[in-house]
């Protein structure tokens, strides 16, 4: 099955700064990348998401590449704001309803 | 449209005990994953159903188990409880499951004693 690394486990940036998590994916037949915000005792929400025939995708100030080659996917957050304070997920799907999950970043923005 | 709903949203059990958690999805999801959630192994894929069946499974023992109804709804079960087995668990839905947003539920926590 799918197995996903993300990395770092923790980052402590100051608010204005950017914030960049990385995972990386063992299947080259997956094909679809999400990446997850959970805060402090709620539920994992989708915050982007791409999908293997495309390089780059943008929303505001979020951001993920993926390198097809490489197998691995990043996650960018420019201009930080202690509301982005969260732990992060990445995952990967081979498509076939099996979504295998990195272990999670915890991003903490230093006002 | 409601999101997805989870119930109970906490239980304590004891060793040896069994449990059963709920988990209504979307409306017009089909597909509904489940995952155990622990501060150190993260978010862990249990299986998911669609169409009443259990497409895919994660690495887990054959305790933990699940069925979906003809409403999507959906049920897992874990017999012989283990201290282990404490964790957050959270189903998610999805309309057809592969490679879609799956939505999240607000999870049941769950302590064994």
């Known amino acids: 099955g799918e197995n996903v690394e993300q990395h770092p486990s923790t980052l402590s940036v100051q608010e204005g700064d950017s914030a960049v998590i990385k995972c990386t994916y063992s299947?080259?037949?997956?094909?679809?990348f999400p990446w997850y915000k959970q805060e402090l005792g709620k539920r994992p929400q989708l915050i982007i998401d791409i999908r293997s025939n495309v390089g780059e995708k943008k929303d505001q100030r979020i951001a993920v590449t993926l390198n097809k080659t490489a197998k691995h996917f990043s996650l960018h957050i420019t201009e930080t704001q202690p509301e982005d304070s969260a732990v992060y997920f990445c995952a990967a799907s081979l498509g076939n309803n099996d979504m295998r999950f990195g272990a999670g970043t915890r991003l903490t923005v230093k006002p | 449209k409601a999101g997805v709903t989870q119930t109970p949203r906490y239980l304590i059990k004891t060793r040896g005990q069994q449990v059963t958690l709920s988990c209504s999805p979307i409306?017009?999801?089909?597909?509904v994953s489940w995952y155990q959630q622990t501060p150190g192994q993260g978010l862990q894929f249990l299986f998911e159903?669609?169409?009443?069946?259990?497409?895919n499974k994660g690495n887990f023992p054959g305790r933990f188990s699940g069925r979906q109804f003809s409403n999507s709804r959906s049920e897992m079960n874990v017999s012989t409880l283990e201290l282990g087995d404490s964790a957050l668990y959270l189903c998610a839905s999805s309309r057809t499951g592969a490679g879609e947003t799956q939505y999240f539920g607000p999870g049941t926590r769950l302590l064994v004693l």
């Open positions: 299947d080259s037949a997956s094909n679809y």
């Open positions: 159903y669609f169409s009443e069946t259990q497409r």
């Open positions: 409306s017009g999801h089909r597909s």
